[in-house]
């Protein structure tokens, strides 16, 4: 069915709806950066660096072109810190709406779930939502910024007023998972500061955990037995993965001088867990990962194409997909006839549509990466790196961004916005192209293998 959209645009799928969404912030956003007063020195950026940021910010990727700290005026940070508000905010929002409406069991209060159930959505519940994700950002992006203001202010010799605009621009930046710092090493120089990694790191989980999990953890904290399934999903596979990237990364760059070696153990730990907490879609980075072994770059690698989990901010292919993926798996190898976990059945068609998800994003990520390395003199490892630093909407990097030329730059801008609108746009159409057939074809089994 076709309907008026967005500013009276006409559209033929709700999911467009987004799509729209993120073009209109995008745009206004490179219109704000264009303004001569938007830089430090006064001069009017290029078109594709205002493009570039804004659609960085949006997305809340944190990959840049220019530094942060030295490039853009008060104003311009200004505005990056609104776009990456705007950005994390509409996302939660928009992703917690379409759960209403294509789930049944997501975790949300009785009274949303038993309107998911008739497939109903009044303007109340809308309100609700709303409601709830700003009470829900404002709590952590607040305690964040009230901690981070003090350690800056009495660790760091900071004034007070400078002290606090830091503090609020990294909560905000960390919460949403956007990853942009103001500082023109990003977070290196807290390498050994356990306190602020520590600070970053917790905001940044609970940001890329998603708000239905954070309402029914909110609901049922101690009683795990009664969550729903994407909650024991999201939260298994959040902690598998924060201890195994930890274990990782503390391990390989032990040794190494240019990373971690010269830490003491605490500070390797803490260390160690920020650089497996940032992978899943954050992008501040306490290592300079030009300087990382191959083996760290590659878990890396695997850590942002996952990223976090469903309606929060944090990209990838989310935490629940990749679980489903490893559950089919599993299944098969055992030779079980359903996909079931915590004594719950996964339907066919969610495995199909985690299937579909997986497959989009590694045709994307290679297509991409391809374009990198035909538009750029820089090697496979790099490129992949930046690429999948995009599409995961992560910002981390080995440093190449800036370097790239403008056509690969705008391959970039490309990855990130897919990887941001992708996931949510490509679950909720699959979920609504569901249908039921009146016929079925006679069976026939490929060889496999």
């Known amino acids: 069915m076709i309907r008026r959209g967005f500013l009276g645009i006409r559209v033929s799928h709700p999911a467009q ?28 950026p290029s078109v594709v660096t205002a493009l570039f940021t804004a659609t960085s910010a949006v997305c809340v990727t944190g990959l840049v072109t220019v530094d942060t700290a030295t490039y853009w005026s008060g104003y311009g940070q200004g505005v990056i810190l609104a776009l990456i508000q705007l950005g994390g905010f509409g996302i939660m929002t928009l992703a917690s709406l379409a759960a209403i409406f294509i789930s049944h069991r997501l975790g949300l209060r009785s009274r ?17 939502i709303l409601v709830g994700v700003a009470k829900f950002t404002v709590v952590f992006e607040v305690a964040a910024m009230l901690a981070l203001t003090a350690r800056f202010w009495l660790a760091y010799d900071e004034s007070l ?43 940044v989980i609970a940001g890329g955990l998603g708000f239905p999990v954070m309402m029914e953890l909110r609901a049922e904290p101690r009683r795990w037995r009664r969550w729903s399934l994407h909650t024991k999903l999201t939260v298994g596979m959040t902690a598998a993965l924060l201890v195994l990237g930890t274990v990782a990364v503390s391990a390989l760059e ?8 010269a830490l003491n153990s605490g500070e390797t730990a803490s ?28 878990i890396t690698v ?37 996909v079931s976990r915590f004594g719950r059945r996964i339907p066919p068609v969610a495995q199909r549509q985690a299937l579909a998800v997986v497959v989009i994003g590694l045709a994307a990520l290679f297509g991409g990466n ?63 192209r569901e249908r039921n057939r009146l016929y079925r074809f006679p069976e026939e089994r490929p060889i496999i293998g």
């Open 302 to 338: 695997l850590l942002m194409f996952i990223g976090g989990g469903a309606a929060g901010t944090a990209g990838g292919i989310k935490v629940t997909t990749a679980a489903v993926i490893i559950l089919m798996v599993w299944a098969e190898l055992r030779g079980d006839p359903d």
């Open 161 to 203: 007023p400078r002290a606090a605009w830091l503090g609020l621009f990294h909560a905000v930046s960390a919460f949403n998972n956007a990853g942009f710092a103001l500082f023109s090493d990003s977070l290196s120089g807290f390498l050994a500061d356990p306190f602020v990694l520590l600070v970053i790191a917790l905001v």
């Open 112 to 128: 949303l779930l038993a309107r998911a159930e008739t497939g109903a959505l009044e303007l109340g519940d809308v309100r609700r």
């Open 254 to 261: 032990w040794a190494n001088p240019d990373t971690l070696g």
């Open 271 to 298: 260390a160690g867990f920020f650089s497996a907490v940032m992978p899943r879609t954050a992008g501040f980075n306490a290592i300079d990962y030009a300087d990382v072994t191959e083996s760290t770059q590659l």
């Open 17 to 44: 709806l987004v799509v729209i969404a993120f073009l209109v912030a995008i745009a206004v956003g490179t219109v704000l950066l264009l303004a001569p007063f938007a830089t430090a020195e006064g001069g009017r």
């Open 370 to 432: 391809l374009l990198l390395i035909g538009l750029s003199d820089f090697g496979i490892s790099q490129t992949l790196f930046e690429a999948t630093s995009a599409f995961g909407t992560v910002g981390l990097s080995t440093g190449i961004t800036g370097l790239l030329p403008v056509p690969a730059q705008l391959v970039l801008v490309a990855l990130m916005f897919l990887g941001r609108v992708g996931p949510l746009t490509l679950g909720t159409a699959l979920v609504l």
